[in-house]
Nanobody, 124 residues
Framework: EVQLVESGGGLVQAGGSLRLSCAVSGFIFGDYAIGWFRQAPGSEREGVSCISSSGGRTYYTDSVKGRFTISSDNAKKTVYLQMNSLEPEDTAAYYC?????????????????WGQGTQVTVSS
């Protein structure tokens, strides 16, 4: 069974940084993508960033381009989301998820396995 566990959330002032981690366990056959999603209170969940299993392809939603960086360490089976220049609008619960296949886009329905989430709060 594939499991994902997020960590690294917390409270930070605007302009600060956080690094989220997504530890993946279990056997995964073939290509897959890891995505980061977030959901703020009263809002729909949105895709933030994705990375292919090889680490060679990435995706960022427009609002985080230039501020967030996704990366992977396959030896540790961990995907990271480095978040810099954080804004109060980034406040949300952040989830990582896994989608089988080679398409690296945050189409929520394609993501089969989900973590429990980690809270990021950015104060102004």
């Amino acid at each position: 069974e594939v499991q994902l566990v997020e960590s690294g959330g917390g409270l930070v002032q605007a302009g600060g940084s956080l690094r989220l981690s997504c530890a993946v366990s279990g056997f995964i056959f073939g290509d897959y993508a890891i995505g980061w999603f977030r959901q703020a209170p009263g809002s729909e969940r949105e895709g933030v960033s994705c990375i292919s299993s090889s680490g060679g392809r990435t995706y960022y939603t427009d609002s985080v381009k230039g501020r967030f960086t996704i990366s992977s360490d396959n030896a540790k089976k961990t995907v990271y989301l480095q978040m810099n220049s954080l804004e109060p609008e980034d406040t949300a619960a952040y989830y990582c998820a896994l989608a089988r296949g080679s398409v690296v886009v945050p189409v929520e329905e394609w993501y089969t396995y989900w973590g429990q989430g980690t809270q990021v709060t950015v104060s102004s």
